[in-house]
């Protein structure tokens, strides 16, 4: 992390108790559903990993850095870390980014949680265990969004990793 776009050091951050959003227990709102069910918006993965992370860089508050954004796309570009990007035709106005959940934005109601849902189901398609969200926000524990220890987190990604 960063403190802010404009900041020279980065540090990384290790929380006691970690943010996770159980897979298994997801279930997105009544709302949630009818928006996925209007198919809006396209939804598009690692077709703009670049521009969703300087989108999530563009908030009041921000831990994203020019280096972390460089580092990131290191990590894209080995096939660590992905994007689900939201459009409305040419323009992007939701997504997320992460090696775990990252961060997230939305230009239009609803867009980032409508990628939140995208990527639960695509890690549960593939068979993935864990949705490490670092932090809860309230946002995200209104998708069901849960703390957890840093000793029980560490034992599920060990879980996680293993099978």
């Not at 521009?51 to 994203?64: D, G, S």
């Not at 809860?136 to 293993?162: D, V």
């Amino acid at each position: 992390m960063a403190d802010g776009a404009n900041a020279k050091e980065i540090y990384l951050v290790e929380p006691l108790r970690r943010g996770i959003i159980p897979l298994e227990q997801f279930k997105p709102s009544r709302s949630m559903r009818r928006e996925i069910n209007r198919n809006t918006y396209q939804i598009r993965t690692d077709t703009a990993f670049k521009t969703t992370m300087e989108n999530c860089a563009k908030r009041e508050t921000t831990w994203i850095n020019p280096q972390i954004i460089d580092l990131y796309c290191t990590l894209f570009d080995m096939g660590h870390a992905h994007s689900v990007e939201i459009w409305d035709d040419k323009e992007m106005v939701g997504g997320l980014y992460g090696v775990f959940g990252e961060s997230m934005f939305s230009f239009r109601k609803n867009t980032s949680k409508l990628a939140l849902c995208h990527l639960v189901s695509l890690l549960k398609q593939n068979g993935y265990r864990l949705l490490d969200t670092q932090f809860i926000t309230p946002h995200l524990a209104s998708m069901g969004g849960i703390e957890i220890p840093r000793r029980r987190y560490l034992q599920l990604l060990k879980n996680a990793l293993e099978n």
